[in-house]
């Protein structure tokens, strides 16, 4: 219609007045179609700007496409190839999802009150950005893998490290105890041992080293009384022979 020198799309919602089965007249309203090129153009933040809207009639015709205005009035075949398909989930009211020239396509019927003549709402998305998604995900996936890899790595190190700790503090004091029970097993008493720790292997190793200082005292004295014993016997030997 022409309104103030400019043609304008619209569309009509009419309603029959009918009581007990008598017409008495009918209800209109006229709606400007412009209205909905301002929502389809609304998709910035929509997959970055790169979906688009497409709005169009029970009859196929485009009421609104993302910015393409000059499409509107314009039947879907000037957009796509195989229009009759998609005519068909606009009539029938289907919500349909398919792939459809390298984007995917959504189909919602818009039906408004109790029409007979659904229209519909088509979003195109194109499937690159749909995967980059995906890969996005799959992205942060592999991360969150390497970064659960890299905390158990770290923990295993860090276990390795407390064993050969415990090992160095507790087995080799326990391994050179044994080693010097087996000298002192041998009459050695010249070995020495360290006391390298204030925890149980160090009392350990302080009680062997009081028993070798004890054995030492012990041959000393040994040593002593049978140096006076043989002292005694060589004066017990030169009173014999002077004797």
Do not use: C
Request: hydrophobic share 45%; proline share 2%; glycine share 6%.
């Amino acid at each position: 219609y022409a309104i103030q020198g400019k043609d304008v799309l619209i569309t009509t919602l009419a309603v029959p007045i009918i009581v007990n089965d008598t017409f008495y007249g009918m209800v209109r309203v006229d709606l400007r179609l412009d209205m909905f090129q301002e929502v389809a153009d609304d998709v910035e933040d929509l997959y970055d700007g790169t979906a688009q809207i497409l709005i169009t009639s029970y009859s196929g015709t485009f009421v609104a496409v993302t910015g393409k205005p000059e499409l509107a009035d314009k039947h879907i075949q000037e957009m796509h190839e195989d229009w009759e398909q998609e005519l068909g989930y606009i009539q029938k009211g289907e919500t349909i999802v398919e792939e459809d020239e390298g984007r995917m396509a959504v189909f919602a019927p818009l039906k408004v009150g109790r029409t007979t003549t659904p229209w519909s709402v088509n979003v195109l998305i194109p499937m690159e950005k749909i995967t980059a998604v995906a890969d996005d995900q799959r992205k942060q996936a592999y991360l969150d893998l390497w970064r659960m890899l890299g905390i158990a790595g770290f923990f295993i190190a860090l276990a390795l490290v407390l064993l050969w700790f415990i090992a160095r503090t507790i087995t080799r004091p326990i391994i050179n105890a044994v080693g010097v029970a087996e000298q002192l097993a041998q009459g050695d008493l010249t070995i020495e041992i360290d006391v390298t720790s204030k925890a149980e292997v160090g009392q350990l190793q302080r009680a062997m080293k009081l028993m070798i200082e004890t054995l030492r005292g012990f041959a000393y004295g040994i040593q002593k009384a049978a140096e006076q014993v043989a002292s005694g016997s060589q004066a017990m030997s030169s009173s014999a022979e002077e004797m």
